[in-house]
């Protein structure tokens, strides 16, 4: 995805935190409203950048100031009213052929609600302020996956977003 990252907001009052690499689009903006194309796969995401730069020439965005970003999800979610691990597979009416890139650079993981079971909605650790209380690295993540299941398992997340809740690996693409 490629992203408009935004430095932390002022109403996020934490001192570790320089910018927000979120999956969500809530600080850090995707690179256009992009859900109505229908060229998204089936985590809803796009299978490699080529896909999010067609849009862009089509609709005139200029990506160069843009940061790319690559996920990995994990394959289970957290049931919210289960309370509980569950499995989760793409949505199977999308082509889903994700394109890893060549180079890229982990920079830490997000956990991220997905209440319409679609595309990513809401990250607690910048959206409900979490990361005030809670230790993440300079970009609003988790060092480790550890981490964020353990936040997870905590109950902190109980009135922050309604779930499910997916771990995300973040990394940043190296362009050539």
């Avoid at 999956?23 to 995707?30: H, I, T």
């Avoid at 289960?82 to 830490?108: M, N």
Wanted: aromatic residues 12%; contains cysteine.
């Amino acid at each position: 995805m490629y992203k408009d990252v935004r430095e932390k907001p002022e109403w996020l009052k934490t001192e570790s935190v320089e910018d927000i690499y979120s999956v969500s689009g809530c600080v850090s903006e995707d690179f256009d409203d992009w859900i109505n194309e229908w060229k998204h796969n089936g985590y809803w995401l796009f299978d490699s950048p080529d896909t999010m730069e067609s849009i862009a020439k089509e609709k005139g965005i200029d990506l160069t100031k843009m940061k790319l970003f690559f996920y990995k999800v994990s394959e289970q979610q957290w049931d919210e009213d289960k309370q509980a691990w569950e499995d989760h597979e793409p949505e199977e009416s999308f082509r889903t052929k994700v394109q890893p890139p060549r180079e890229s650079k982990l920079e830490g993981f997000d956990i991220v609600s997905l209440y319409s079971n679609t595309s990513c909605e809401c990250s607690p650790l910048s959206c409900n302020h979490l990361s005030e209380t809670i230790k993440t690295n300079r970009h609003c993540l988790f060092d480790t996956y550890e981490e964020a299941i353990k936040l997870i398992n905590s109950g902190e997340l109980k009135d922050c977003e309604p779930g499910p809740y997916r771990i995300f690996e973040v990394y940043s693409v190296i362009r050539a």
